[in-house]
């Protein structure tokens, strides 16, 4: 096999990194929807958050069969490096994948790295393709999904209103797009609230966010062909933001789109603000973004909180992720 990085200016390449994505999500997880090539070349220009994955193409005789990609971070998390592996579906079990995976594996450790990880869909075969590489099951999360038109406005604006009423102390702020930059360090410490989600049996650090990294992330999901929607609690007394939540809307295909963090502040927990802030969104995108079909989350498996209010407004299980490690 011949393995060679894909750049986001070699539109062949990133048009194939994001097909082999894509059947590899179809036979795995057909409820996914394929990759644009608009979110292919934004994610490999800035990532999630401004560190872009660096992506491998395999082909052998000339022919594309797989794609791998390896993401590290410079902000936390120092010894860490992240994998996936993707192989076409009718090129599996010919050793493509263990070939693609030693590449990465092989990368990381000139970068210093140490801990490994690798994420795959809970179906048969892909974990024990990682269990037979020396990787452990660490955590498992749960893709969920909503349905709009099967959600009554009635029931979110019934618990928005119970959320409210515990939640007198504080008022929504709607936020379209980028984070002003007046904001921008209250909206890190509101996003480093998520560092408290739980990480089951993940060996890995709190990550580090500052007002640098989340003008990166307004900027990368841009990028990604997605609109931004942020609700901000905001304490009525003080004026500190106390919890916020995002959703990315997609341009390309505008009935589509992805439920980002909800977080609160340690020091405002206890007053519904999550509840609060999931069904003001809702309210949110029903005034101005009717189209939407879908919203998909990911929570992780144990997170026994965020899972309950997330169905009680619809969301229903797709699939289950999981995220094995090993030290190199």
């Not at 599996?92 to 990381?108: P, S, W």
């Not at 295909?253 to 969104?281: C, F, I, N």
């Not at 309210?283 to 939407?292: A, C, G, K, S, Y």
Request: aromatic residues 6%; glycine residues 8%.
């Amino acid at each position: 096999m011949d393995i060679e990085r894909i750049t986001p200016d070699d539109d062949a390449a990133v048009r194939t990194w994001a097909e082999i994505r894509s059947a590899s999500a179809a036979h795995d997880a057909p409820w996914e929807h394929p990759l644009t090539e608009t979110f292919a070349r934004g994610e490999l220009t800035h990532g999630w958050d401004g560190e872009p994955e660096l992506a491998f193409l395999g082909t052998v005789d000339g022919e594309p069969v797989a794609v791998g990609s390896l993401e590290v971070s410079e902000r936390d998390n120092l010894d860490l490096a992240w994998f996936s592996v993707d192989v076409r579906p009718d090129r599996r079990r010919q050793g493509h994948g263990g070939t693609v995976l030693a590449h990465l594996e092989a990368e990381a450790a000139r970068r210093g790295r140490t801990s490994v990880g690798i994420s795959c869909w809970d179906v048969e075969g892909l974990e024990r393709f990682a269990l037979d590489r020396g990787y452990e099951r660490k955590a498992a999360g749960i893709n969920r999904r909503q349905h709009l038109a099967e959600v009554d406005p009635d029931v979110v604006d019934a618990l928005h209103a119970e959320a409210a009423a515990a939640a007198a102390d504080y008022e929504l702020v709607r936020r379209l797009g980028r984070v002003p930059d007046d904001e921008l360090d209250a909206v890190a410490v509101l996003t480093a609230s998520i560092n408290d989600a739980p990480k089951e049996g993940l060996q890995v650090e709190d990550n580090v966010f500052d007002a640098e990294r989340v003008r990166a992330y307004d900027v990368a999901q841009e990028a990604r062909g997605f609109v931004l929607h942020r609700l901000v609690a905001r304490h009525r007394v003080t004026g500190e933001l106390a919890g916020q939540t995002a959703v990315a809307v997609e341009l390309e295909r505008p009935h589509l789109a992805e439920q980002h963090d909800t977080s609160v502040v340690a020091a405002h927990r206890g007053h519904r603000l999550g509840a609060l802030l999931k069904t003001g969104m809702l309210q949110w995108l029903r005034e101005t973004q009717p189209q939407i079909a879908e919203i998909d989350t990911w929570n992780a498996e144990s997170n026994a909180f965020m899972i309950g209010v997330n169905e009680a407004l619809g969301y229903r299980v797709m699939g289950r992720g999981l995220d094995l490690q090993k030290k190199l």
